[in-house]
């Protein structure tokens, strides 16, 4: 055996396995060591949202609401309009409040009401501070003229036979025989002076126009689906416009399901809007205080670095004092990596209750984790034999 050659073979196995080791901790230190914490938010109603400390940008995604079927007979009613659907990514200012609209689905009957208003708005809900707004589908009509428009897109579709849809600077024209043209943010009323009626245009940008009546009555149109907006400067947009009665991108991990932006089929109901906000938090995330031991006069602590934020962690450790929430006696543990650290505090006051956190600091500022407390032990008494006193001192 040649133990020269077979020496070599070993080397360039182990030389082979540390370059491997070294590509795979190169890795994972680029695609995790800058990993950051993002936060999402689901909306099935009406809510408001107050832009947290440090965002600058928010994802959302949004469908609009579906219209509902007429159901006068006895013609019976036609399918309704879907909601539509977009994404895009938002800039926004910390600190402000944004309303929240997410559409409820157009009722069945006579006539049918279309899909309500979904989007998402600056301060109070008006046209002007629009950010994001879905169109919502038209409502059905009866028999053969009434299919209700699609909603989404720049312009919402058109009724089979009805209203028009909306654009980015009108409503949507109202169908003949009395059709109310869409406005901002709201579909057209249908027209006619009969009770069954034609159907509601779907709520948008600018809304859908309203069915009218032809025939002399005999039958009533459907309205037209809502358009949809994306404010200027935003990025990374999508807005796609409804297929008859099926919203578009059901496939994607934040649709819940058949519940949410379908058109009424024939006398049928349509299904709510839906509205999802997410954003990355650009500070640090740090929890789990922990105590590890505790002596008379100092204590080993500990937390864990969950995220790094936005940046990279300049400092982390742990803060402690007599009163909650401590930010003095801060002290740096000397790593900057995600992961639990502990950290020995010494100097204490014998027989004391203490609160402490963890923290972490990156370009954005300090995060902090939730308070934890520990009471330092007291000191033991010892006995001194003096024999020049003949007395124990303690």
């Given at each position: 055996m040649n133990t020269a050659v077979s020496g070599k073979t070993l080397l360039s196995k182990l030389m082979r396995r540390v370059v491997c080791l070294h590509f795979i901790f190169l890795y994972f230190l680029l695609n995790f060591a800058f990993v950051s914490a993002t936060t999402t938010l689901t909306y099935t109603s009406d809510s408001s949202f107050v832009v947290p400390s440090?965002?600058?940008?928010?994802?959302?995604?949004?469908?609009?609401?579906?219209?509902?079927?007429?159901?006068?007979?006895?013609?019976?009613?036609?399918?309704?309009?879907?909601?539509?659907?977009?994404?895009?990514?938002?800039?926004?200012?910390?600190?402000?409040?944004?309303?929240?609209?997410?559409?409820?689905?157009?009722?069945?009957?006579?006539?049918?009401?279309?899909?309500?208003?979904?989007?998402?708005?600056?301060?109070?809900?008006?046209?002007?501070?629009?950010?994001?707004?879905?169109?919502?589908?038209?409502?059905?009509?009866?028999?053969?003229?009434?299919?209700?428009?699609?909603?989404?897109?720049?312009?919402?579709?058109?009724?089979?036979?009805?209203?028009?849809?909306?654009?980015?600077?009108?409503?949507?024209?109202?169908?003949v025989y009395g059709g109310a043209a869409g406005s901002a943010l709201t579909g057209g009323a249908p027209g006619g002076s009969y009770s069954q009626g034609g159907g509601y245009g779907g709520a948008g940008y600018y809304g859908g126009g309203g069915g009218g009546t032809v025939n002399g009555g005999s039958f009533y149109q459907g309205g037209g689906g809502g358009s949809s907006y994306i404010i200027s400067g935003s990025t990374n947009i999508t807005n796609t416009q409804a297929s008859g009665q099926t919203p578009p991108n059901t496939g994607d991990s934040d649709y819940p399901g058949s519940s949410v932006a379908y058109g009424g089929g024939v006398n049928a109901s349509g299904y709510r809007g839906h509205v999802v906000i997410s954003y990355v938090n650009p500070y640090p995330i740090v929890s789990t205080s922990t105590v590890v031991s505790i002596a008379s006069t100092g204590a080993t602590l500990g937390a864990t670095l969950e995220s790094i934020g936005s940046s990279s962690v300049t400092a982390r450790g742990i803060c402690y004092g007599i009163s909650p929430s401590p930010t003095t006696n801060c002290t740096a543990e000397g790593g900057t990596a995600t992961g639990t650290y502990t950290q020995s505090i010494t100097g204490l006051a014998t027989s004391t209750t203490y609160y402490f956190r963890g923290y972490a600091t990156n370009s954005y500022g300090t995060a902090y984790s939730e308070d934890s407390t520990f009471t330092t032990e007291g000191l033991t008494n010892s006995l001194m034999f003096d024999s020049s006193q003949s007395q124990y001192l303690s």
């Open positions: 440090g965002v600058t940008s928010i994802t959302v995604k949004a469908w609009g609401a579906g219209g509902g079927s007429n159901t006068y007979t006895p013609f019976g009613g036609t399918a309704a309009g879907g909601g539509g659907y977009v994404k895009a990514d938002v800039s926004v200012t910390a600190g402000n409040t944004l309303q929240i609209k997410v559409g409820t689905g157009g009722a069945a009957g006579t006539p049918a009401t279309s899909g309500g208003l979904t989007g998402i708005f600056l301060g109070s809900v008006t046209h002007g501070n629009s950010l994001v707004v879905v169109g919502s589908g038209g409502s059905g009509g009866t028999w053969n003229n009434g299919n209700g428009g699609a909603g989404g897109g720049s312009t919402g579709a058109a009724a089979t036979s009805g209203g028009g849809g909306g654009t980015q600077v009108a409503g949507g024209a109202g169908g």
